[in-house]
């Protein structure tokens, strides 16, 4: 599937990151092409949710560029990534526990009907694909009502399924 | 269930406060006036609470607009300040009380705009800022209006005038307690129901409490938590702005060194007694009116009960509440924290 005289559609050239005291990314480069599913390896420490962290615009690089289809970028905030087409699934839950799992879900991407959001929708929706693909989730409940562990794997989602 | 989720408060307060305000107010009626007890009396003192507590809302949903998103809002009395005085000045010097209006709240929001960049951007101790916005505005105030005003006589400015709501007014208890007020109070019966809406059913308030909750969350979810807490500051300064209006524009002419007394801060307790919640503070106003209501109501009525000692009841009930009487206070998560992503 992957034709290696394309060209990459995600290059990271050169990224270095310092933290005071420490060195989280030396000079890193990787080319991703497209319909490639890469995997960073590497232990506690190793600076790769640094690296992704740089990539969808939490961190800002000290040196380094990214390049996506041919063209540098300079990621300056998550919005950014999420224009670009660049998801994240966090490693730790970046949810909000005091909304309910339609409000966590369409939170930066809202839908509305006139001024006003449309939660209805979005939990129709939800349920839909909740049924589809198995999943035992109350689109109206709060998250911090919800049995961690239990309830939660199937909002890990997010990235993918909106 | 249904008052709790939209209050956050437990649904037996109400009963409550009714209860013991009637028993105290029973109680007073017994031994010192019967006349107290009467229909008319209480409709009279119930229509004060309603006026009294309008900065009181204002002041409240400025705190609302500002904590949830995420920055420490202990500055309302400050900004009702500053915009009581510019208010008056406005007026002083233009002879029209809508611009004045618009120069109380262009006030409170030029404070507010000053209380986000300490807290936002220069990462100031919350606290420490809004206690510099109060202390400033003490200053500012009292030396321009003694600059300005000290000598002036002739000045000559207005209070909005009453309204009655036509037929709406003219309804038995109703009318008088809630249809017979001034402009700025209608608006505050109005503005948390709009609050409430805005807060719980638009897009802009879920990313509020997104942001004061988990302000990293919202940030990889695309939202700007800058702008957003800028916005909510600058627009909770404008509506403390409205607040001190009422003491320049509603309740009295001219403008006094010191005027708000600690009503900013009452409209802050007003606001944890209703949980950061617009429908909950509302209530908490209006309790807090009627706290205020009711020291003159006992002096109209000739009650001989020493007034200092009544007049302390909104500031007793403040220590109250604020001690945490109504029920584990639960702030937005992120409150005071400023955010910072490197």
Redesign the interface.
Known sequence: MIDASAHPLLQLRGITKR?PGVIANDNVSLDLFSGEILALLGENGAGKTTLMNIL?G???ADEGEAVLKGVPVRIH???Q???LGIA?V?QH???????TVA?NI?????R?RG???D?QGAEQEISELARQYGLQIDPHARLQDLQSGGDWPGLRARGSAF | MRVRELTGLRPWIFPLCLLLGSLFFGAVAAYKAPNLFSGPVIVAMLAVSVSRATPLVYGSLSGIFCERSGVTQIAIEGMMLTAAFFAFAVQVATHNIFIALGGAMLAGALMGAFHAVLSITFQVNQIISGTVVNILSIGLTGYLNRQLFLFDQAIDVTVFPQLPVPVLADLPWLGRILFSHQPLTYVALLLPLMAH?WLF???WG??T??VG??P?????????VYSIRYLNVIVGGALAGLGGAYFTLESIPTFQPLMTNGRGFIALAAMIFGKWTPLGAWGGALLFGVAEALPVTLQIQGVTVNYFLVGLLPYVLTIIVLAGAVGRASPP?AIGLPYD??
């Open positions: 933290f969808y939490l961190y800002m905030n998550p919005r990534a999420i224009d994240m966090h839950f970046m949810l909000i526990p005091t909304l409000e369409i939170l930066g991407d809202e509305t001024p006003l959001l939660i | 809406v059913h638009t897009t879920l990313r409490r997104a909750e988990h990293l969350a919202a940030d990889t979810a695309g939202i700007n998560a992503r490197r």
